[in-house]
């Protein structure tokens, strides 16, 4: 119930594509769903984040779209570019256990030029 | 702002050394940092929480005396792996939120730790 699963684990566009990674939950004691990019050697820098009261959230060319019902939601990258190759990960925090914040498994994006 | 920064970012040593890793938030006040371990091509997987001033709550499975945690003021957390064996290296990342636990977790670079 604590799991977070992560879908593709790798992905490969072409520059200007939309990538879409999927996350799915179960546990409705999340509160907040957060994406994080990691880039070799450094730590994950946030993304964009939604809550799930709201439907999609939209930040520059990073969209998420939210499903409560189906427990799912996606990150979804518009006009990819090279430098957009990461690793991603979604997360959720569960408010219940000190906000701590389970990750999915990640997904590694790559962006061909 | 938000940022957190770490130290030492590379750390080589001897089987059998202690290693201190240092977390600071360099421009807000942290309540509670948290430490992670991640594994080539792994998730992050969350080994601590740590609140200033009181004794950091481990994850199931996560050696407290193996791993020891320092939260000794509002900017500054230790990780120190004591007694570091090789199958111990991996990278330490760590996170902190500003205020209360539940605003938002902002990461550090990681220390890469290789035990020889």
């Known amino acids: 119930q604590q799991q977070v699963k992560q879908s593709p684990q790798s992905l490969i566009v072409q520059k200007g594509g939309i990538p879409i990674i999927n996350c799915a939950y179960e546990?409705?004691?999340?509160?907040?769903f957060p994406w994080y990019q990691q880039f070799p050697g450094k730590g994950p820098a946030l993304l964009i984040a939604?809550?799930?009261?709201?439907s999609e959230k939209k930040e520059g060319r990073f969209t998420i779209s939210f499903n409560k019902s189906a427990k799912q939601f996606s990150l979804h990258i518009m006009d990819s570019q090279p430098g957009d190759s990461a690793t991603y990960f979604c997360?959720?925090?569960?408010?219940?256990?000190?906000?701590?914040?389970?990750f999915g498994q990640g997904t590694e994006l790559s962006v061909k030029p | 702002g938000a940022v957190v920064s770490q130290h030492p970012s590379w750390v080589i040593c001897k089987s059998g050394t202690s290693v201190k890793i240092e977390c600071r938030s360099l421009?807000?006040?942290?309540?509670?940092m948290f430490w992670y371990r991640q594994f080539p091509k792994q998730s992050l997987m969350l080994m601590a929480t740590?609140?200033?001033?009181?004794?950091?709550?481990?994850e199931q499975g996560v050696e407290k005396d193996k791993f020891l945690i320092n939260h000794a003021s509002l900017t500054l957390s230790t990780l120190t792996v004591t007694s570091a064996h090789p199958e111990d290296s991996s990278f330490y990342i760590c996170?902190?939120?500003?205020?209360?636990?539940?605003?938002?977790?902002?990461f550090g670079d990681g220390t890469r730790l290789s035990i020889l």
């Open positions: 996170s902190a939120t500003r205020g209360h636990t539940h605003q938002p977790q902002h």
């Open positions: 740590s609140n200033e001033g009181s004794k950091a709550t481990y």
């Open positions: 421009d807000f006040q942290a309540t509670t």
């Open positions: 939604i809550r799930p009261d709201v």
């Open positions: 997360a959720a925090r569960d408010y219940n256990q000190g906000g701590k914040l389970i």
């Open positions: 546990n409705t004691a999340f509160d907040y």
